[in-house]
Structures are given as structure tokens and as C-alpha cells.
Nanobody, 124 residues
Framework: QVQLVESGGGSVQAGGSLRLSCGASGFTFSRYCLGWFRQAPGKEREGVASIDRNGDKQYSDSVKGRFTISKDNAKSTLYLEMNSLKPEDTAMYYC??????????????????WGQGTQVTVSS
């Protein structure tokens, strides 16, 4: 069965950096749409970034220029490099996957499989 397991979250001061990882199994990782989402307490889940099977990427305006999504197909691992972190980046971060493979957006309804999340806390 499909499994997505996030890691790398933690607490950091504003301006700092973190790298999230998402280990995947149970599907052909290289062919899928892959995305990162986040949800802060009391707020709706928000799309952060996506990457398609060809490596084409999409970012939300709120993270563009600060976050970088990447993947290692050989390791079936998705990454999110987060730099210049702000307190408003504080949230639970989730990775997601969908078999479409192309035209990978950053809206949650597009994704079929989800991880359990990893917490990111940014203090001012």
C-alpha cells in the first residue's frame, strides 16, 4: 500500500532554515505528482509546492523564492528546502502524491495519498 512518511520538522528562529523529507513506498514514485501542503491551527490546508514526473515545479506565492521542492527518484524521497523562515510558516507540513503525474497543482483535492505530517514552528 502507499505510504508517505515525513520527517525533518522542528523549531527554528525566524530567518533560519529546515529541510523536510518525505519517504515514499508502495507506488511508482517517479511517475506521480508530488506536493507539499501545510495547515496552521484554525486555518485551511494550504498548498506550498508541487513537482511533476518531469521535474516541473509550482510554488505558492507565499513561499516562492524561499522554498525549493525537489525529489530523488532513486531514493523515492521528496524534499522541501525551506529558507528565510517566517513565523507565519509555522504549521503542520504534509506531503502528498497523486498518480496523474502531470499538471500537478497545489490544491489539496488533486491529491489522493497523504502522509501524517511533520510540525514546523518558527519563532520570532
Amino acid at each position: 500500500q502507499v505510504q508517505l512518511v515525513e520527517s525533518g520538522g522542528g523549531s527554528v528562529q525566524a530567518g533560519g532554515s529546515l529541510r523536510l523529507s518525505c519517504g515514499a513506498s508502495g507506488f511508482t514514485f517517479s511517475r506521480y505528482c508530488l506536493g507539499w501542503f501545510r495547515q496552521a491551527p484554525g486555518k485551511e490546508r494550504e498548498g506550498v509546492a508541487s513537482i511533476d514526473r518531469n521535474g516541473d515545479k509550482q510554488y505558492s506565492d507565499s513561499v516562492k523564492g524561499r522554498f525549493t521542492i525537489s525529489k530523488d527518484n532513486a531514493k523515492s524521497t521528496l524534499y522541501l528546502e525551506m529558507n528565510s523562515l517566517k513565523p507565519e510558516d509555522t504549521a503542520m507540513y504534509y506531503c502528498a502524491a497523486d498518480p496523474r503525474g502531470r499538471l500537478c497543482g497545489i490544491t489539496s483535492y488533486e491529491y489522493t495519498y497523504w502522509g501524517q505530517g511533520t510540525q514546523v514552528t518558527v519563532s520570532s
